[in-house]
């Protein structure tokens, strides 16, 4: 079956700190893989995605690139701000469906 | 353009109570989904229909039921709500066209819906 595992939290960084989230997967075939973003109290928002091995999505300065041969799609930021702190769940999706990793805290401090 | 819509916002049942959660969006989209989000859990599938008319179980339907009404609506039905129930509850919705690897796979999520059974 299809599974995400990402690094538990939670995660603590200062201001402009560098930022990764490990994310690895299991599936069959050739999903999209997602990285998705819950702010305190509201729903989630996409991130990014990419949808094919060695595709890198990006966005709001965050990337994660798509790696077949270590199923992983790890999150990165170079300089982490305070509005960065949020709930991040990694997910693939190789139909209709989403499957969701667990989910980490990123706390960013001024 | 409201995207995802949910109500209501806050709920609170008590044991052996009924329910149902709205969801309707507005972006024309074929598939949409319920989920729960529970602490350390991630989001879970509950039900979901790819297409007007069918609906189809996820991961966790026990103790649930679905109406597709239309295309923009999907409700979740709680018949005896329970304490394991206790959970946020979202809804969302895609354009999928059996074309994996392309935009069409993108969920977009409502609100949410947070449920207290006591």
């Known amino acids: ?110 | 353009n409201a995207g995802v819509t949910q109500t209501p916002k806050f709920q609170v049942l008590k044991t052996g109570q009924s329910m149902t959660l709205q969801c309707a969006q507005d972006m024309n989209h074929n598939s949409m989904y319920w989920y729960r989000q529970d602490p350390g859990m991630g989001l879970r599938l509950i039900y979901y229909s790819a297409s007007e008319g069918t609906t189809d179980k996820g991961e966790v339907p026990n103790g649930y039921n679905v109406s597709r009404l239309n295309k923009r609506e999907f409700s979740l039905r709680l018949e005896s709500a329970a304490p394991s129930q206790t959970s946020v509850y979202f809804c969302a919705s895609s354009d999928y066209t059996g074309l994996a690897g392309t935009e069409t796979d993108t969920q977009y999520f409502g609100p949410g819906t947070r449920l207290t059974v006591l």
């Open chain 1, 1 to 110: 079956g299809n599974s995400v595992t990402q690094m538990e939290g939670p995660v603590t960084l200062s201001e402009e700190a560098f930022l990764t989230i490990n994310c690895t997967y299991t599936a069959t075939g050739y999903p999209s893989l997602f990285w998705y973003v819950q702010y305190p109290g509201e729903g989630l928002q996409l991130l990014l995605k990419a949808t094919k091995a060695d595709d890198k999505g990006s966005n709001k300065g965050f990337e994660a690139t798509y790696r077949k041969e270590t199923t992983s799609f790890h999150l990165e930021k170079g300089s982490v701000q305070v509005s960065d702190s949020a709930v991040y769940f990694c997910a693939l999706s190789p139909d209709y469906k989403l499957t969701f990793g667990k989910g980490t805290l990123l706390t960013v401090n001024p």
